[in-house]
């Protein structure tokens, strides 16, 4: 989090603690100049550190990395909500259902067989790590569909006539028949940023 003039009043503890946070961006950022693989590796750094909760317990965390304890306490809460939501989605014995019931114990939670959130423990040192990519062309491209408007979520779907949003939609899913791909699994980026085409 970026300090602010209107908390922080005297200019010498403002400019330091500036230069601490922008220390720790940098850190994480890893001159990738993208700010969800940033958070993501500050995500990875708390669960390295036991992913601690509360005030008092994220106390050193928050200081070594210039974070808010409330904002990434708010940051966590959506983490373990988005992980209870796609564990009730995926089949239990899955690999997916697995790695999302490992990060959610890196949480210290666990989603029950009645689709309860519960609490568990923390996992062994090698599990977690597993968890974390460092295909960092894989995760550009999970951000790029991820903030794509592709919203198809029919086998068959219907257009009504005209053009726009509808059409583009329906050019999606003709590339997709032709290249022979399954629509459940796909996703497809007609105009993608430059890094990602190779």
């Not at 503890?13 to 958070?39: I, V």
């Not at 928050?62 to 009730?88: G, H, M, T, Y």
Request: net charge positive; aromatic share 8%.
């Amino acid at each position: 989090s970026t300090p602010s003039l209107l908390v922080v009043k005297d200019q010498r503890e403002y400019t330091k603690k500036l230069e601490r946070s922008f220390g720790a961006r940098l850190w994480c950022d890893h001159q990738r100049h993208c700010e969800p693989l940033m958070l993501r590796d500050l995500f990875a750094e708390w669960i390295q550190a036991g992913a601690p909760r509360g005030p008092k317990a994220m106390g050193s965390f928050a200081r070594d990395w210039n974070i808010i304890p409330k904002k990434f306490e708010a940051l966590a809460s959506e983490a373990v909500d988005l992980c209870q939501r796609l564990a009730k989605l995926l089949a239990p014995r899955s690999k997916g259902a697995q790695a999302v019931q490992t990060l959610l114990a890196t949480m210290r939670f666990s989603v029950d067989r009645r689709e309860e959130l519960v609490k568990t423990s923390f996992p062994s040192d090698g599990e977690y790590k597993k968890l974390f990519s460092d295909d960092i062309m894989l995760m550009r491209a999970l951000i790029c569909g991820g903030f794509s408007d592709q919203l198809l979520v029919h086998q068959n779907p219907r257009w009504a006539g005209g053009g726009g949003k509808q059409k583009k939609e329906q050019q999606i899913v003709d590339i997709m028949w032709k290249q022979g791909l399954d629509l459940r699994g796909t996703v497809c980026l007609l105009n993608p940023p430059q890094e990602l085409r190779w």
